[in-house]
């Protein structure tokens, strides 16, 4: 599967943005699906995950702000971004798994990542 991750850009704390991840290829409600993020200089960190079924998993610090939800009629996850703090500064990373994961090392396919900009 291919993944390719956009909707980023810049946006004043406290708004919001919808990322989008668009796959191609086969199958692609039999993946689980992946957000992760890198700041710079710092490791990239789970954001959050979607299943095959639906459920939802998120990082602690995103928990309540961030909403994960998936379209497999369009081969499309989203991540709507809401209350965003400049600490959400990153590149933003789709990722698909034959597993549900919450680990970097548990999904085997990556998007190009899209910029997300916070400013205070």
């Known amino acids: 599967v291919q993944l390719q991750a956009f909707g980023g850009g810049l946006v004043q704390a406290g708004g919001s943005l919808r990322l989008s991840c668009a796959a191609s290829?086969?199958?692609?409600?039999?993946?689980?699906m992946g957000w992760f993020r890198q700041a710079p200089g710092k490791e990239r960190e789970f954001v959050g995950s979607?299943?095959?079924?639906?459920?939802?998993k998120y990082a602690d610090s995103v928990k309540g702000r961030f909403t994960i939800s998936r379209d497999n009629a369009k081969n499309t996850v989203y991540l709507q971004m809401s209350s965003l703090k400049p600490e959400d500064t990153a590149v933003y990373y789709c990722?698909?798994?034959?597993?549900?994961?919450?680990?970097?090392?548990?999904?085997?396919?990556w998007g190009q990542g899209t910029q997300v900009t916070v400013s205070s």
């Open positions: 979607i299943s095959w079924t639906g459920m939802t």
């Open positions: 290829g086969r199958a692609f409600s039999t993946y689980a």
């Open positions: 990722a698909a798994s034959h597993i549900y994961s919450s680990t970097y090392s548990g999904y085997g396919y």
